[in-house]
């Protein structure tokens, strides 16, 4: 009799996962754009995060599913607290984290 894993006992080395930070955003839609093209050509799978919208005094809270994107503001930034833009970014191992990147800061 031979042993088969569970299928639901993923192996965390299946995965890469790094967290892009960039400058302040201007267009949160933009910003998806981006997020969803990363996803398409780079092969994201999943992204989450906040971004420092410019102007506003809420964070943007950014996940995505692939190429499924969703944004809104969730809190206003805390006194003290550092206003900036970092996404985690979770894709197979192997992941091309140099394209991802350079998508993301387009």
């Not at 890469?16 to 930070?21: A, I, K, N, Q």
């Not at 754009?33 to 999943?46: D, F, G, I, M």
């Not at 989450?48 to 190429?67: D, I, S």
């Not at 503001?73 to 091309?96: C, F, H, Q, S």
């Amino acid at each position: 009799k031979t042993h088969h894993d569970d299928e639901l006992d993923h192996e965390h080395d299946d995965f890469d996962s790094f967290v892009v930070e960039l400058p302040a955003i201007a267009d949160p839609e933009e910003l998806s754009r981006r997020v969803s093209k990363a996803a398409e050509a780079a092969n994201v799978l999943r992204l989450k995060g906040f971004a420092h919208v410019e102007g506003k005094p809420m964070r943007l809270l950014v996940q995505a599913v692939g190429p499924r994107v969703t944004h809104h503001y969730d809190r206003p930034w805390n006194p003290g607290e550092e206003k900036a833009t970092r996404l985690v970014v979770i894709g197979l191992k192997g992941l091309d984290r140099t394209a991802v990147e350079t998508i993301l800061a387009a």
